[in-house]
């Protein structure tokens, strides 16, 4: 880990964190919520080692990059704003991309605005269409119809009243809640209840230490949640800033990785959106979909070899 090189860089009017190690073509790793760039530590060193140049931002919002104070600020244009300009102060013309979580998400709009910025793409936990079953309907109103007002994404959406909810439990407590949960059903938060209300996490899982639930907490106890809140609360101005691009394709090669725990995967409509072909239709170039057994959501944590290599099959070929 001390290998790991860490830097500030100036872009599209933020300064970013960016940990980066090894020498070669760029892979990109792009995290979720609630996360860093610490989430891809073990593809950095295993990747790094087979002769890639290795790049992770902490995402706007997120660790030491800054956080605008408005949630109009977290649109996609303005998070893929800031990818390109990373990539123009590196000097780096192409990448390969990884994505997970939000991460996925903005590697999806990445794709659709900049293509031509894009070698590859291995996607992990989101479809490209995470609300296919209803496009033409708003992403939040399409969750609430679905699942009502206690919804994460939906309770999410009130300015400063997840981050009181939050403030309840400890932060480390908080990461290990989300980070070990297995629950595949929708997270459903009643406000009486609150994220305090979780069951307390079992003994950590072998793939997580307390050094790595320390490290979030450390850093989410500086910078608090709301930079990564602000992307729900964006959800629908980038869905309307994006209607220039509908039905835009993904023209650029892709792997999607999830694992049958993954609470995405057991999204209403999605495993037929993947089965049916209209995952395909949407991206084209879609060339495998790997469905891990026994694994749930933070799967590049939890299985870090296994989707190191995932990850280098695939993008060797390009």
């Known amino acids: 880990m001390e290998k790991i090189e860490h830097s500030t860089v100036t872009t599209n009017g933020i300064k970013m964190h960016v940990a980066s190690i090894g020498s070669g073509p760029v892979i990109l790793f792009l995290h979720g919520f609630p996360e860093l760039w610490y989430s891809w530590r073990h593809q950095l060193l295993s990747l790094s080692s087979l002769g890639y140049r290795c790049v992770a931002p902490d995402l706007r919002g997120y660790g030491d990059t800054d956080a605008p104070p408005s949630a109009a600020s977290y649109t996609a244009l303005h998070i893929v704003g800031d990818l390109v ?67 994460y994404v939906c309770r999410f959406q009130e300015p400063g009243e997840t981050e009181e909810d939050f403030a309840q439990v400890d932060t480390a407590k908080l990461i290990k809640k989300i980070l070990t949960s297995r629950d595949t059903r929708p997270p459903c938060i009643p406000k009486e209840i609150g994220f305090r209300g979780f069951p307390d996490p079992p003994t950590l899982p072998s793939w997580l230490s307390e050094e790595d639930v320390n490290y979030f907490a450390s850093k989410f106890k500086k910078s608090g949640f709301t930079g990564g809140l602000n992307y729900y609360r964006a959800l629908d101005l980038s869905f309307e800033l994006m209607a220039p691009w509908t039905g835009v394709q993904i023209k650029v090669p892709v792997k999607f990785i999830v694992g049958d725990l993954d609470i995405t995967y057991h999204t209403p409509g999605v495993k037929e959106y993947i089965r049916n072909g209209d995952f395909k239709r949407d991206v084209p170039f879609l060339q495998e979909v790997v469905v891990m057994e ?12 296994e989707i190191s290599m995932h990850i280098y099959d695939f993008i060797k070929k390009f």
């Not at 939000?102 to 293509?115: E, H, Q, T, V």
């Not at 026994?294 to 070899?305: D, R, T």
């Open 294 to 305: 026994g694994v749930a959501h933070f799967l590049n944590q939890e299985k870090p070899e």
């Open 85 to 151: 300009g990373l990539l123009d102060a590196m000097g780096v013309d192409q990448v390969y991309l990884v994505g997970h979580d939000w991460g996925a998400i903005i590697a999806w709009y990445f794709c659709r605005l900049r293509p031509d910025r894009i070698k590859a793409l291995v996607n992990m936990s989101v479809t490209y269409r995470p609300w296919a079953w209803h496009p033409e309907v708003k992403p939040v109103d399409g969750f609430r119809a679905l699942f009502g007002d206690d919804y």
